[in-house]
């Protein structure tokens, strides 16, 4: 982690990184400021990045799973520890970094026992994925997990709509998190007297290692 005394600038603005860490491969923070600001200022500003930092910047994920072997997304498989549930969450989890275009396929297969993680994923080489070792399933059984994976690179985030006509073909969409960022948080530190107030503005941010 790296930290710095913070010291603002009461006339030229200025734009500073005060704070970061990286907490593992896919996860860092930073916190930063920017003044002087006269009043009103930092909150316009600080709304205006959210949106952005949030809604605007592209990410990729994966957005759906197959496998005909997949009798319905609550049902559990014999030789496999976690439900079907429990793993689609878990693939909704992997971070991917890529410079595609709409969506890719890509596709599982291992063979147990063993553990099934984010380095099974046999994926383009338009698309990268950023921790191997993000865990995917547990095979308790030799049996065969084999799931296709559609990967999109899109904004923001998008709720799946599950129709039954998904689950009959073995087909499971995967509510989609697009977004980079996760995290994006201001405040703001008002100083000065009367008409002469200004404002600092501190942003937080928390984002994939993408």
């Not at 878990?90 to 595609?100: A, D, F, P, Q, V």
């Not at 129709?163 to 009959?168: I, L, T, W």
Request: net charge positive.
């Amino acid at each position: 982690m790296v930290r710095e005394k913070v010291r603002v600038s009461t006339r030229t603005l200025q734009w500073k990184c005060v704070e970061s860490r990286v907490d593992n491969k896919r996860l860092c923070y930073g916190r930063f400021i920017l003044s002087p600001l006269i009043k009103g200022q930092a909150d316009t500003i600080g709304i205006a990045m959210r949106r952005a930092l949030l809604g605007e910047i592209e990410g990729t994920c994966i957005t759906r799973a197959k496998s005909e072997k997949i009798p319905h997304e609550y049902s559990t498989i014999v030789g496999i520890q976690e439900s079907v549930h429990e793993i689609l969450m878990n693939l909704k989890e992997i971070g991917l970094r890529s410079n595609l275009y709409g969506t890719c396929g890509a596709f599982i297969c291992a063979r147990g026992p063993g553990y099934v993680t984010a380095q099974d994923i046999i994926s383009p080489p338009s698309v990268e994925i950023v921790d191997n070792t993000q865990h995917i399933a547990r095979l308790t059984e030799p049996i065969d997990l084999c799931i296709g994976l559609q990967i999109e690179r899109n904004r923001g985030y998008r709720y799946s709509i599950k129709r039954p006509n998904n689950f009959q073909d073995g087909s499971y969409p995967i509510d989609a998190v697009f977004m980079p960022v996760r995290n994006a948080n201001h405040s703001i530190h008002s100083y000065g007297n009367g008409n002469e107030r200004q404002e600092i503005l501190f942003s937080k941010y928390g984002q994939m290692g993408v």
